[in-house]
């Protein structure tokens, strides 16, 4: 059986520790995660003011001169500005041979403090943030936005491990100091219909899980288990999760990693924040041991965050690529 | 290659965090277990008096009369007394057919708060210990030693984790809430040759691992990978450390649980106290991800403590299965 609508999960009883709610609650994900991928939870807790400030400034952000932005331009640890049509989705399996990307993106990830050990090295996607000179309040305003996605990411792996029919809190320690990443993009009004070009082309995450902030402009599209594309309503107040490749991985191909894209033709402009999250960087990926057996072996091969990322990263930035040696 | 003499494994330096001490001592450690299976450790930091004070209340506790030990007989929980020649070890692959084990043991796991939620629903293996009534100290040294051992443990799966190439902290989480079992063995000198009699015999633990105390009395042998037994010798303050079929389990076999029998033929009384300690009793036992692949499958099913202890409990103990076997299921 495959859904065509993809359902509404309330966080608020889980949250609020009721009794039983957390059973209740990940036997609805699991639901969600077997049988389409996505899912819109509700009442999460993170306050619509915070959200509205940080759209704010990602609005902010994009309306700086492109010379700016160029200032904070992507490196290698995936951090800073991506131009327009900076990224084509060569690995994506889903859409083959697209144009470049029609969006522009800021990424940031976990603010590191200058003298951690990671930084110091210059470890590859633990370097610090790439922040713009000129924007007071941005930084502030949009770490406390990545923090409040990691506590409630924190919270939700204990319903993924239930859903798995794990010990609750055996996620804890692999998201203990998760890796996330905070994308947010401005995908400008787009005209006319071409099949090729996208605001973000078909693709899967590579997340273990994926928080799209709730969004008045709607924009995006996900592909149902039997093919066909959807469009993603607007609900106000809910934010919209899928997993992704490490998902598939972490749970050997039992959740879903569901392909979806986003062109913007609401006629303005359209903001988008995408928080993907992945565990530890230096936790292996396998599947878990509720999915697996002597005769259901693991479809893949453990991996670690920075090996997967490094291939992926190679394939769709461009910019990076272009600008040499830096990106290996 | 097969080892036929058990490492030494020097925790200070890591226990003391000493830089790199880690990763040298692990790297020590994935050779005992891929070798031979058993190892000693020194420099552990469990004080000498802690190891006496244990063993003199052991002795205590065996020098009661019977029918005072049989007042705690062992029950479904696998905790209280176990009289001589209670148990056959039949689940052994090690050796068939041998008679009933020629000691007796009394056996505490953690102990539980009254009030807590596996006590109060009767969980098994999650019950009350069955304390001696007159025995004064015995119990909160019995409980301390303990302590100190789960300690000691939380220390030594962090090399664990290193020897397996996972993060340091890969084994805390599911070894927050160890299950535990200490073993109080009392071994009668034995007379005549070893053919199917012994104080032990041969077998594998279940255990993640065991840590077995410094002994004055020696008694334990390990059969090696070549397939010849030899004997532990007594080295003063170490522990004698060793991986069950839990460990090869996690490990998907990569670690040995080396088949070993003990036989005490000192002339006089020998004490045993080995710690048994596995994962979080609601924790999955399956192969660690640095052990399988696609071309590496599990080779077995992923298990729970319960469910194989079970399983274990009801093939060797005889004397649960004839007075207490309903309790027992």
């Not at chain 1, 009721?18 to 995660?33: N, V």
């Not at chain 1, 392909?259 to 960087?281: K, M, Q, T, V, W």
Request: a negative charge.
């Amino acid at each position: 059986m495959t859904t065509d609508t993809i359902p509404v999960i309330d966080l608020g009883p889980y949250l609020a520790g009721e009794p039983g709610a957390m059973d209740r609650t990940a036997k609805e994900l699991r639901f969600a995660l077997t049988e389409i991928g996505f899912y819109f939870i509700v009442n999460h807790g993170v306050p619509q003011a915070l959200i509205d400030e940080t759209y704010r400034q990602v609005a902010r952000f994009h309306a700086q001169p492109l010379e700016k932005k160029m200032e904070v331009r992507i490196d290698r640890h995936n951090v800073g500005y991506l131009p327009m049509r900076g990224d084509t989705l060569r690995t994506s399996t889903v859409h083959a041979v697209t144009k470049a990307n029609f969006n522009e993106a800021f990424f940031v990830a976990r603010d590191l403090p200058d003298d951690h050990p990671d930084v110091m090295a210059d470890r590859r996607f633990r370097g610090a943030n790439r922040w713009p000179s000129d924007l007071p309040g941005f930084r502030a305003a949009i770490v406390r936005y990545c923090d409040a996605l990691e506590q409630l990411v924190l919270r939700m792996i204990r319903l993924y491990a239930v859903a798995l029919d794990l010990p609750a809190n055996y996620f804890d320690m692999p998201f203990r100091d998760m890796q996330y990443k905070l994308r947010a993009t401005h995908y400008p009004h787009q005209e006319g219909v071409s099949n090729d070009e996208f605001g973000i082309a078909p693709h899967t995450d590579t997340s273990f899980l994926t928080l799209v902030a709730p969004n008045p402009v709607s924009g995006l599209s996900i592909r149902t288990r039997d093919g066909r594309w959807i469009d993603a309503p607007a609900l106000p107040g809910a934010y919209v999760v899928n997993g992704g490749q490490m998902l598939q991985r972490w749970t050997n191909d039992f959740f879903l990693a569901t392909p979806h894209r986003a062109i913007n033709r609401s006629g303005g402009e359209r903001y988008a924040l995408a928080f993907f999250c992945d565990s530890n960087i230096d936790w292996p990926v396998a599947a878990v041991p509720t999915t697996v057996g002597p005769d259901k072996p693991p479809k893949f091969p453990t991996t670690w965050y920075t090996d997967y990322m490094v291939h992926y990263q190679k394939r769709t930035y461009d910019l990076l690529a272009d600008a040499g040696q830096a990106a290996d | 290659m097969a080892m036929e003499t058990i490492p030494v494994i020097d925790l200070g330096p890591y226990l003391a965090g000493e830089p790199g001490a880690m990763d040298s001592t692990a790297k020590e450690l994935r050779f005992a277990l891929t070798e031979i299976g058993f190892y000693f450790i020194v420099n552990h930091g469990v004080p000498k008096e802690k190891i006496q004070a244990t063993f003199e209340q052991v002795k205590r506790f065996h020098q009661q009369p019977m029918e005072k030990k049989l007042e705690l007989k062992l029950d479904a929980h696998n905790t209280g007394y176990l009289p001589i020649r209670g148990n056959t070890l039949r689940t052994s692959t090690v050796q068939t057919g041998t008679k009933p084990n020629l000691n007796e043991a009394f056996f505490v796991k953690r102990e539980m708060p009254a009030d807590h939620p596996d006590v109060l629903s009767g969980r098994r293996y999650r019950a009350p210990n069955r304390w001696p009534e007159n025995l004064p100290g015995f119990r909160e040294t019995v409980v301390d030693y303990c302590d100190t051992m789960e300690r000691l443990v939380l220390d030594m799966v962090r090399l664990y984790a290193r020897a397996l190439d996972l993060p340091a902290t890969y084994f805390d989480e599911p070894f927050r809430d160890c299950q535990y079992s200490l073993r109080m063995t009392h071994y009668p000198h034995q007379e005549g040759p070893i053919e199917d009699e012994f104080g032990l015999a041969p077998h594998t633990d279940t255990s993640f691992l065991t840590l077995l105390a410094p002994n004055d009395v020696q008694g334990l042998s390990i059969r090696t990978q070549s397939g010849k037994w030899i004997d532990a010798p007594a080295i003063p303050d170490a522990y004698v450390v060793n991986g069950g079929q839990m460990l090869q389990r996690w490990t998907n076999d990569f670690f040995l649980a080396t088949p070993h029998r003990a036989v005490n033929r000192s002339g006089g009384e020998r004490y045993a106290i080995p710690f048994f300690c596995d994962s979080n009793i609601d924790w999955p036992i399956a192969a660690v991800p640095t052990t399988v692949g696609p071309d590496k499958p599990p080779k077995y099913p992923t298990t729970y403590y319960s469910d194989y202890m079970a399983w274990y409990q009801k093939r060797n103990y005889d004397f649960l299965n004839e007075q207490n076997l309903q309790a027992a299921e």
